[in-house]
């Protein structure tokens, strides 16, 4: 078992270092990307998306707020440029998730066949709240890892 956790340890302490220092390509880009694409399908008419089963709008709100918090969070604690933005990373994303998710309800007003919705809202605040989350876990374990070395 503690083979293991070390392995892990390891590999999450990887993946910091790696993230933290190619944040263009791995934190930003990604960003970038996944935001335009998410504005983009907000914009398409709802006659054009399939709809499989009820509630798949709120499935949906939930899943894309909850990746782009998931991308939006490293963004915000790895930039370099104010550390109050960095050591506040959570709080800003999750601001950021529920001003940009009324913004998306009140941008789909003028998208024929969508409408405004507050559950569609709260789907997103919901989402991004998990994906912050995520992401909070993933760096608590990091902190945790540092003091040890601190503390040795």
């Known amino acids: 078992m503690k083979k293991f956790q070390m392995q892990s340890n390891s590999f999450s302490n990887l993946l910091y270092k790696y993230l933290s220092t190619h944040t263009l390509y791995c934190v930003y880009l990604p960003?970038?990307?996944?935001?335009?694409?998410?504005f983009a399908?907000?914009?398409?008419?709802?006659?054009?998306?399939?709809?499989?089963?009820?509630n798949q709008d709120k499935?949906?709100?939930?899943v894309a707020y909850g990746v782009l918090a998931f991308l939006l969070t490293p963004a915000l604690y790895f930039q370099r440029r104010s550390r109050l933005i960095s050591s506040s990373a959570f709080l800003f994303t999750f601001i950021?998730?529920?001003?940009?998710?009324?913004?998306d309800e009140l941008h789909q007003?003028?998208?024929p066949g969508r409408f405004c919705d507050l559950y569609d809202?709260?789907?997103d605040s919901i989402g991004g709240s998990i994906g912050i989350?995520?992401?909070?876990l993933f760096l608590r374990s990091q902190l945790k890892i540092r003091d040890k070395a601190v503390n040795l």
């Open 109 to 111: 007003l003028f998208v």
């Open 59 to 62: 499935i949906e709100h939930f």
């Open 31 to 38: 960003l970038i990307i996944y935001w335009i694409t998410l």
């Open 121 to 123: 809202w709260f789907a």
């Open 96 to 103: 950021f998730i529920l001003a940009y998710g009324a913004i």
């Open 41 to 54: 399908l907000t914009t398409i008419p709802v006659d054009a998306v399939p709809r499989l089963f009820d």
């Open 133 to 136: 989350g995520l992401v909070y």
